[in-house]
Protein backbone atom coordinates (compact mmCIF):
# COMPACT_ATOMS: atom_id res chain seq x y z
CA UNK A 1 0.00 0.00 0.00
CA UNK A 2 1.00 3.73 -0.76
CA UNK A 3 0.12 7.12 0.70
CA UNK A 4 0.30 8.76 -3.52
CA UNK A 5 2.77 11.32 -1.72
CA UNK A 6 5.66 11.50 -3.87
CA UNK A 7 9.16 10.70 -2.86
CA UNK A 8 11.43 11.27 -5.26
CA UNK A 9 11.26 11.32 -9.19
CA UNK A 10 13.71 8.85 -10.59
CA UNK A 11 14.63 8.17 -14.10
CA UNK A 12 14.52 4.92 -16.80
CA UNK A 13 18.30 3.64 -16.59
CA UNK A 14 17.29 0.64 -18.82
CA UNK A 15 15.02 -1.70 -19.77
CA UNK A 16 15.44 -5.57 -20.92
CA UNK A 17 13.09 -7.67 -22.91
CA UNK A 18 12.42 -11.07 -21.05
CA UNK A 19 10.74 -13.88 -22.67
CA UNK A 20 7.80 -11.34 -23.91
CA UNK A 21 7.75 -9.17 -21.34
CA UNK A 22 10.20 -6.41 -19.40
CA UNK A 23 13.09 -6.22 -16.76
CA UNK A 24 12.97 -2.07 -15.82
CA UNK A 25 15.78 -0.75 -13.92
CA UNK A 26 15.23 2.30 -11.99
CA UNK A 27 17.49 4.62 -11.43
CA UNK A 28 16.19 6.38 -7.67
CA UNK A 29 17.89 9.69 -7.48
CA UNK A 30 17.45 11.11 -4.14
CA UNK A 31 15.48 8.37 -2.38
CA UNK A 32 17.15 5.90 -0.20
CA UNK A 33 16.71 2.83 -0.18
CA UNK A 34 18.45 1.41 2.66
CA UNK A 35 15.16 0.21 3.79
CA UNK A 36 14.61 -1.50 1.11
CA UNK A 37 14.76 -5.23 0.47
CA UNK A 38 14.24 -7.81 -2.31
CA UNK A 39 10.89 -8.68 -2.69
CA UNK A 40 9.50 -4.92 -1.26
CA UNK A 41 7.14 -3.10 -3.31
CA UNK A 42 8.13 0.51 -5.39
CA UNK A 43 5.35 2.56 -6.72
CA UNK A 44 6.87 3.91 -10.29
CA UNK A 45 4.47 6.24 -11.38
CA UNK A 46 1.87 4.93 -9.64
CA UNK A 47 2.04 1.05 -10.50
CA UNK A 48 2.88 -1.46 -7.96
CA UNK A 49 6.53 -2.93 -8.79
CA UNK A 50 8.51 -5.84 -7.06
CA UNK A 51 11.89 -5.37 -6.46
CA UNK A 52 14.01 -7.94 -7.79
CA UNK A 53 17.98 -6.34 -7.23
CA UNK A 54 18.99 -3.51 -5.96
CA UNK A 55 22.62 -2.51 -7.96
CA UNK A 56 23.00 0.17 -5.56
CA UNK A 57 21.78 3.38 -7.11
CA UNK A 58 18.36 1.83 -7.91
CA UNK A 59 16.70 -1.09 -8.39
CA UNK A 60 15.47 -3.82 -11.04
CA UNK A 61 11.64 -4.91 -11.34
CA UNK A 62 10.10 -7.06 -13.75
CA UNK A 63 6.59 -5.74 -15.54
CA UNK A 64 4.32 -8.09 -16.65
CA UNK A 65 2.89 -8.15 -20.35
CA UNK A 66 -0.58 -7.08 -18.12
CA UNK A 67 0.85 -4.14 -16.80
CA UNK A 68 2.62 -3.39 -20.01
CA UNK A 69 -0.93 -3.40 -21.67
CA UNK A 70 -2.74 -1.51 -18.58
CA UNK A 71 -0.81 0.84 -18.11
CA UNK A 72 2.01 3.75 -19.53
CA UNK A 73 5.26 2.17 -18.60
CA UNK A 74 5.77 0.18 -22.00
CA UNK A 75 5.37 3.89 -23.53
CA UNK A 76 8.89 4.43 -21.35
CA UNK A 77 12.13 5.31 -22.68
CA UNK A 78 15.45 5.41 -21.53
CA UNK A 79 15.91 8.55 -19.91
CA UNK A 80 12.16 8.49 -18.90
CA UNK A 81 11.13 10.18 -15.70
CA UNK A 82 9.36 8.46 -13.25
CA UNK A 83 7.60 9.29 -10.12
CA UNK A 84 8.70 7.05 -6.99
CA UNK A 85 6.81 5.87 -3.92
CA UNK A 86 8.30 3.27 -1.31
CA UNK A 87 5.68 1.38 0.15
CA UNK A 88 3.70 2.44 3.50
CA UNK A 89 5.14 1.62 6.98
CA UNK A 90 2.67 1.44 10.14
CA UNK A 91 4.73 4.85 11.24
CA UNK A 92 4.06 6.59 8.22
CA UNK A 93 1.79 9.60 7.69
CA UNK A 94 -0.87 8.95 5.84
CA UNK A 95 -0.72 12.37 4.00
CA UNK A 96 -2.82 11.45 0.85
CA UNK A 97 -5.05 8.69 0.69
CA UNK A 98 -4.73 4.65 0.54
CA UNK A 99 -3.57 3.63 -3.03
CA UNK A 100 -2.95 0.19 -3.93
CA UNK A 101 -0.55 0.82 -7.22
CA UNK A 102 -3.16 -1.08 -8.99
CA UNK A 103 -4.23 0.89 -12.20
CA UNK A 104 -7.48 1.11 -13.29
CA UNK A 105 -7.12 2.54 -16.70
CA UNK A 106 -5.16 5.11 -18.66
CA UNK A 107 -6.35 9.32 -18.79
CA UNK A 108 -5.03 11.69 -20.97
CA UNK A 109 -4.47 14.98 -20.78
CA UNK A 110 -6.57 17.38 -22.11
CA UNK A 111 -5.28 20.81 -20.54
CA UNK A 112 -2.73 22.61 -18.64
CA UNK A 113 -3.47 26.18 -17.73
CA UNK A 114 -1.35 28.61 -14.82
CA UNK A 115 -3.73 29.94 -12.20
CA UNK A 116 -1.79 32.77 -10.20
CA UNK A 117 1.68 30.42 -8.81
CA UNK A 118 -0.50 26.82 -9.76
CA UNK A 119 -1.54 25.00 -12.41
CA UNK A 120 -5.15 23.75 -13.51
CA UNK A 121 -4.83 20.50 -15.18
CA UNK A 122 -7.88 18.70 -16.55
CA UNK A 123 -7.35 15.26 -17.47
CA UNK A 124 -10.37 13.15 -19.60
CA UNK A 125 -10.62 9.49 -17.75
CA UNK A 126 -11.88 6.47 -20.05
CA UNK A 127 -15.67 6.75 -20.05
CA UNK A 128 -15.70 3.31 -16.93
CA UNK A 129 -14.05 4.97 -14.85
CA UNK A 130 -16.36 8.00 -15.23
CA UNK A 131 -18.55 6.78 -12.57
CA UNK A 132 -15.53 6.45 -9.94
CA UNK A 133 -14.76 10.14 -10.02
CA UNK A 134 -16.60 12.43 -7.71
CA UNK A 135 -15.79 16.40 -7.09
CA UNK A 136 -13.75 16.67 -3.78
CA UNK A 137 -12.61 13.05 -4.15
CA UNK A 138 -9.02 11.37 -4.27
CA UNK A 139 -7.63 10.44 -7.54
CA UNK A 140 -4.41 9.00 -8.09
CA UNK A 141 -2.30 10.01 -11.20
CA UNK A 142 0.92 8.52 -12.10
CA UNK A 143 1.23 7.91 -8.56
CA UNK A 144 0.44 11.24 -7.29
CA UNK A 145 -2.81 11.43 -4.82
CA UNK A 146 -4.52 14.74 -6.12
CA UNK A 147 -8.05 16.44 -4.93
CA UNK A 148 -10.95 16.18 -8.19
CA UNK A 149 -11.93 19.85 -7.96
CA UNK A 150 -14.90 19.84 -10.62
CA UNK A 151 -16.16 16.48 -12.91
CA UNK A 152 -17.79 17.17 -16.08
CA UNK A 153 -18.45 13.85 -17.88
CA UNK A 154 -15.40 11.74 -18.15
CA UNK A 155 -13.32 14.82 -17.84
CA UNK A 156 -12.38 16.40 -14.08
CA UNK A 157 -10.01 19.50 -13.09
CA UNK A 158 -6.93 19.22 -10.74
CA UNK A 159 -5.09 21.88 -9.30
CA UNK A 160 -1.40 21.91 -9.19
CA UNK A 161 0.40 23.28 -6.69
CA UNK A 162 4.30 24.13 -7.02
CA UNK A 163 5.51 21.77 -4.71
CA UNK A 164 3.49 18.94 -6.58
CA UNK A 165 4.57 20.61 -10.53
CA UNK A 166 8.66 20.28 -9.20
CA UNK A 167 8.54 17.39 -6.92
CA UNK A 168 6.58 15.21 -9.49
CA UNK A 169 6.74 14.36 -13.31
CA UNK A 170 3.89 16.89 -13.59
CA UNK A 171 6.42 19.47 -14.98
CA UNK A 172 7.09 16.81 -18.06
CA UNK A 173 3.40 16.46 -19.00
CA UNK A 174 1.60 18.63 -21.90
CA UNK A 175 -1.98 17.92 -23.64
CA UNK A 176 -1.97 14.45 -24.84
CA UNK A 177 0.13 13.16 -22.70
CA UNK A 178 -1.23 9.72 -21.35
CA UNK A 179 -1.36 9.10 -17.84
CA UNK A 180 -1.92 5.65 -15.36
CA UNK A 181 -5.14 6.53 -13.01
CA UNK A 182 -6.19 4.62 -9.77
CA UNK A 183 -9.71 5.70 -8.28
CA UNK A 184 -10.51 5.39 -4.89
CA UNK A 185 -10.60 1.98 -3.52
CA UNK A 186 -13.52 2.91 -1.48
CA UNK A 187 -15.20 3.39 -4.92
CA UNK A 188 -14.60 0.24 -6.46
CA UNK A 189 -15.31 -1.53 -2.81
CA UNK A 190 -18.96 0.15 -2.24
CA UNK A 191 -20.10 -0.31 -5.93
CA UNK A 192 -19.09 -3.96 -5.61
CA UNK A 193 -21.33 -3.88 -1.99
CA UNK A 194 -24.28 -2.26 -3.72
CA UNK A 195 -24.56 -5.58 -6.60
CA UNK A 196 -25.72 -7.53 -2.97
CA UNK A 197 -26.45 -11.02 -4.30
CA UNK A 198 -25.94 -9.86 -7.70
CA UNK A 199 -22.44 -9.97 -7.13
CA UNK A 200 -22.40 -13.75 -7.20
CA UNK A 201 -23.67 -14.02 -10.60
CA UNK A 202 -21.54 -13.74 -13.99
CA UNK A 203 -22.25 -9.94 -15.38
CA UNK A 204 -24.34 -9.22 -12.57
CA UNK A 205 -24.84 -5.32 -12.24
CA UNK A 206 -26.51 -2.83 -10.23
CA UNK A 207 -30.21 -1.72 -11.37
CA UNK A 208 -33.27 -0.74 -9.52
CA UNK A 209 -34.36 -3.98 -8.94
CA UNK A 210 -30.82 -5.12 -7.40
CA UNK A 211 -31.13 -2.32 -5.13
CA UNK A 212 -34.31 -2.91 -3.72
CA UNK A 213 -33.89 -6.54 -3.24
CA UNK A 214 -30.88 -5.73 -0.89
CA UNK A 215 -32.10 -3.39 1.13
CA UNK A 216 -31.06 -0.39 -0.72
CA UNK A 217 -34.71 1.14 -2.18
CA UNK A 218 -38.41 0.63 -0.29
CA UNK A 219 -39.37 -2.35 -2.61
CA UNK A 220 -42.61 0.21 -2.96
CA UNK A 221 -40.46 3.09 -4.64
Known amino acids: MFTGIIQAVGTVAAQQ ?4 DL ?24 V ?19 TLNLTTLGNLSQGSPVNLEKSL ?25 EDARSWRVVVRAPDALA ?27 LNIIPQTMTETVFEHYSPGSPV ?21 SPGGGIDYQTLADNGYLDKGA
Open 180 to 200: NLEVDVIARYLERLLQGTAAA
Open 48 to 66: CLTVTELPGDGFWADVSRE
Open 17 to 20: PSGG
Open 89 to 113: TPQSRLGGHIVSGHVDGLGEIVSMV
Open 131 to 157: KYIAHKGSICIDGTSLTVNAVDGACFD
Open 23 to 46: RLRIHTGKLSLDDVGIGDSIATNG
